[in-house]
């Protein structure tokens, strides 16, 4: 197990997806995307930067004004940003978007996800594929249609 272990550990800090600047202004990076899931009470947060990585801000079921209680608190972002599966790396390519979330305590850690920009405060996914490393970068695909919001937030957590 312990073999496993270490395995699973050292394979969450591969990215699938390089780090680049971002030069297109599809999206705004002066705050975070939340989608309000509409089976559950449950909200997913993402914060994007300008130099190509994304913070995973975690979901929550508050509300948003406790998240960004949260995204102000020093001991709340230290631990999250000190977290290094918190952090991946994203694309915009003309109205596309897609970008990484890690879940190192998975087998299989790895995931994508895709869709596209509506306007510069909007976004859907479309897809999630699960990136596994047995057999070798086989890959499955789920259909999502999930819609991200932006949301104004000062002061923004720092990039690494």
């Known amino acids: ?4 272990s270490c395995s699973i550990s050292k394979s969450s800090q ?5 780090q680049a600047l971002i030069k297109e202004d599809n999206l ?20 994007f930067y300008k130099n190509g990585r994304t913070l995973n801000a ?9 998240k960004e209680n949260e995204l102000k608190s020093k001991q709340f972002l230290n631990a999250l940003t000190s977290d290094k599966s918190s952090w991946t790396n994203f694309f915009i390519q003309e ?3 897609g970008f990484e979330q890690i879940f190192p305590w998975q087998f299989y850690p790895h995931y994508v996800f895709s869709g596209h ?8 996914l479309t897809a999630l594929k699960g990136i596994y490393h047995i057999p070798m970068f086989q890959k499955r695909v789920t259909p999502l249609n999930d819609t991200f919001h ?11």
Do not use: W
């Not at 990076?29 to 947060?45: E, H, I, V």
């Not at 975690?58 to 406790?66: A, W, Y």
């Not at 920009?117 to 859907?124: A, H, K, P, R």
């Open 1 to 4: 197990m312990i073999f496993c």
């Open 14 to 18: 591969k990215r699938f997806i390089q």
């Open 28 to 47: 705004r990076f002066d705050g975070y995307y939340y989608d309000a899931n509409r089976d559950s009470n449950l909200a997913t947060c993402y914060v």
């Open 58 to 66: 975690g979901s929550f079921v508050q509300g948003l004004n406790e």
């Open 95 to 97: 109205d596309s978007i």
């Open 117 to 124: 920009i509506i306007n510069d405060t909007t976004f859907v």
């Open 150 to 160: 932006f949301k104004h937030f000062y002061p923004k957590p720092d990039s690494i």
